[in-house]
C-alpha cells in the first residue's frame, strides 16, 4: 500500500511520506501555462484540466500522495450561491450571508451539482498508480467565514458577531455549511478519493470554548459522515485548538509551524500528525532548509504516525526546485 496512506494509519513505512498543501497552483510554471486565460471556478469544473493540475507536482516532486485540484468554495458555487474567486483576493461572496432569513434562502448541494467533480477523480486514479490521492472541503466555520463577510477578513469580526449575538442563526448556517460539505465529500469518496482533508483555516481566530461550543459539533459531523477512508484536520494558528480538533474525529491532526511537533503529540497523544516545515523556510538557502526538514523529522517521530507537509501552503513565489530537494531530503532521510 501507499507509505501516505500507510502511516495515516499508523502503521510502520520504509520512509515519512510528504505531499504538500497547495502544491499544486502558481508556484508551477506548468500550472500558469494551462490556467492561462481560465478562471479558477471554471478551471475546476474541467476534468481534463483538473487532472492534468492535480498531476503536475505528482510529475515534478515524487510525492507521496496528490490533492485533487479544486477549492474549498467549488461547492458552495455549485449550490448555486453568487461568488468568484478573485486573483490575489480569494473567494469573494456577492451578497453576504448575516442573517435568519439569508440562512434559510441558503441552497442545498445534491451530488449531481458536482459530477464534473466525480469525473475528475475517476480521470485522476486511473493516471495516479501508486501515489494517494487526497480529496478535501472547507470546514464550516472557514466555509461561514467567508459567506458571512463576504470576502477574506483578517479579525473574523461579521462572523463572530453573528455567532456570539444570534447562536441560534450560526448553527443554522453550520448546519446547512456541514450538510453541503458531507456531500461534497462523499462524492469524493465514492469516486475514489483514498483519504480526505478537512480545511478548517481560519478556526485559529477562535478559543478553545468558543471551538468546542459554536464549531466542533459541526466539523464533528462532517468528519463522522466519512467512513473507510483516513481523515485529517487541519487549521493555520490552532496549536491551542489541537485537542479540540482531535475531539472531532481525524485519524490526522494537521499542526502549522507554530506548535513543534513533539510538543503537538503530548497535547494530541495516539494521533498521526501532518505537518509542519514553515513554507518561509524554502526561501532560505539549500543547507538551511535541510536542517530544519531534519528538525522537522526528528520531531516528527514523537507521533504514532508523521506525514511530511509545509505548516501552510505553497507560497506562490516559492521556487519548485526547493519543493522538490525536500521530497528528495524526506524519502532519503535515516530512520
Ligand atoms: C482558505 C482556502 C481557500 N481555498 C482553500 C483553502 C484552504 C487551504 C488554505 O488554508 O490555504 C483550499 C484549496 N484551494 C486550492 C487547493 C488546491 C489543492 C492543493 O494543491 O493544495 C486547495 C486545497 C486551489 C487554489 N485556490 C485558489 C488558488 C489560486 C488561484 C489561481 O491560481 O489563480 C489555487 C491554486 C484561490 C483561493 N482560494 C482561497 C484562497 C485564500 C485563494 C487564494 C487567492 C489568491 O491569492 O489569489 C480559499
Request: net charge negative; charged share 20%.
Amino acid at each position: 500500500m501507499n507509505t501516505f496512506l500507510r502511516a495515516c494509519r499508523g502503521e510502520p513505512v520504509p520512509h515519512t511520506p510528504v505531499w504538500f498543501m497547495r502544491q499544486a497552483g502558481r508556484s508551477l510554471p506548468e500550472y500558469r501555462k494551462v490556467r492561462e486565460g481560465i478562471p479558477m471556478l471554471e478551471s475546476c469544473r474541467r476534468p481534463e484540466l483538473v487532472c492534468e493540475i492535480t498531476l503536475q507536482p505528482v510529475r515534478r516532486h515524487n510525492v507521496d500522495a496528490a490533492i485533487l485540484f479544486s477549492d474549498i468554495v467549488v461547492p458552495l458555487a455549485a449550490a448555486g450561491i453568487d461568488l468568484d474567486i478573485k486573483p490575489g483576493v480569494g473567494p469573494v461572496v456577492e451578497e453576504p450571508v448575516r442573517d435568519a432569513a439569508a440562512v434559510a434562502a441558503l441552497p442545498e448541494l445534491t451530488p449531481d451539482r458536482v459530477d464534473y467533480v466525480a469525473e475528475a477523480v475517476r480521470l485522476l486514479r486511473a493516471e495516479l498508480g501508486d501515489t494517494a490521492l487526497i480529496g478535501f472541503a472547507g470546514a464550516p466555520f472557514t466555509l461561514a467565514s467567508y459567506l458571512v463577510e463576504g470576502g477574506p477578513s483578517r479579525t473574523h469580526a461579521r462572523t463572530k458577531a453573528l455567532m456570539y449575538g444570534a447562536p441560534d442563526v450560526w448553527h443554522a448556517l453550520c448546519a446547512k455549511l456541514a450538510a453541503m460539505t458531507r456531500t461534497f465529500l462523499r462524492v469524493q469518496v465514492d469516486a475514489g478519493v483514498q483519504a480526505v482533508q478537512l480545511f478548517d483555516s481560519w478556526a485559529g481566530a477562535l478559543s478553545e470554548a468558543d471551538y468546542r461550543r459554536y464549531v466542533l459539533p459541526h466539523s464533528r459531523s462532517v468528519l463522522e459522515a466519512i467512513t473507510g477512508v483516513p481523515r485529517i484536520h487541519f487549521g493555520v494558528g490552532t496549536g491551542e485548538l489541537l485537542p479540540a480538533m482531535a475531539d472531532a474525529g481525524p485519524e490526522v491532526v494537521g499542526v502549522d509551524w507554530r506548535t513543534p511537533l513533539r510538543e503537538a503529540a503530548k497535547r494530541v497523544p495516539g494521533r498521526v500528525l501532518q505537518g509542519n516545515l514553515d513554507p518561509c523556510v524554502l526561501f532560505a538557502p539549500p543547507e538551511v532548509v535541510a536542517v530544519e526538514v531534519s528538525r522537522v523529522l526528528e520531531e516528527g517521530r514523537s507521533a504514532p504516525g508523521h506525514v511530511f507537509n509545509l505548516g501552510h501552503g505553497v507560497l506562490p513565489e516559492t521556487d519548485p526546485d526547493a519543493l522538490t530537494r525536500v521530497v528528495e531530503l524526506v524519502h532519503t532521510a535515516q530512520r
